[in-house]
């Protein structure tokens, strides 16, 4: 859970660095970037339209109210999933490479054909996981398909680079041995940490109102996302939010 | 150790039965991720082979690669049922 949001926001976050950028919604049948992108109301054609040349590409990318570098391409609502082609998803994504820096794909849950298009041509993925059993289980198995049949395994090119996100961490309860702690996931999956999101009340008020929660500037998980879009652009930042809160002497108290 | 963190520490720490339970589950799929595409339909061949001569279940025949540097080694395991 969080791929969604965190698609939304390492997008919001590169496009509001200046790079020009396009995130695309591989979730066919199901799409909900959209809504956590605020513009479902604009959407005209979709991903499959394109494949299927039913549209251009410049008749389907929606351009964000809110930065000017961001573009959004809709997963169709209707379509069968298998509307997704190895053939149709690259031509599109060569066509936006010629004038996107970055290329954000925001894949649906699972490990099945979807899952498998939108991590087939990554130079880079974003693992995001949950620190609970059946989460942590999947991400492996995801890692398991980029390193087996990801083009760049087929071709036997350098890896896709991966980092983990480890989200709706709640340091609390890790405290309390409730949850699994972020060396506890670093352990098993081994891949570097890209970052760390805490649960957070946040993350559904932005989604009510259709905002990517990287621009909720004050609140912990929307400044974790944004030191998650520093470090992805290599920049160095120190972990934050993996702590709990240190309690003053009454809550203590009172909590027991 | 404090009188809270004495009640603390009775609760069940599940988390750390979460890792194990994760470090086991993981490490056994990462291991069949290796092994290659045919093995299915040769445990199923073996297995019919077998079934031949002695009646056995499905789990009872496994058939693993073991790979490393200089070859690879098929393991097989037929376990045949008590009389
Ligand atoms: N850090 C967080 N704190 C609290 N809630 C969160 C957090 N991240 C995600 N959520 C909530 O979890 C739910 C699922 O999130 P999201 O849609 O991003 O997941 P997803 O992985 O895209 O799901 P799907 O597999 O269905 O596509 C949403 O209600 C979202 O608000
Ligand atoms: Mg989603």
Redesign the interface.
Known sequence: MGKTTTSASISTGLARRGHKTVVIDFDVGLRNLDLIMNCERRVVYDFVNVIQGEASLNQALIRDKRVDTLYILPASQTREKEALTKEGVEAVINELSETFDYIVCDSPAGIEHGAQMALYYADEAVVVTNP??SS??DS??IL?ILQ?KSRRAEMSQDPVKEHLLLTRYNPER?E??????VS?VE??LAIPLLGVIPESQVVLNASNQGTPVILEEESDAGQAYDDAVARLLGEEREHRFMTAQKKGFFSRMFK? | MSFLDYFKSKKTNTASIAKERLQIIVAHERGHREQPDYLPQLQQELLAVIRKYVQIDDDMVQVEVDRNDSCSILELNVTLPEH
């Open positions: 609970e059993v942590v289980r492996d198995r398991g087996s890790v309390r041995g409730e949850m699994l702690s506890d352990e098993i027991g």
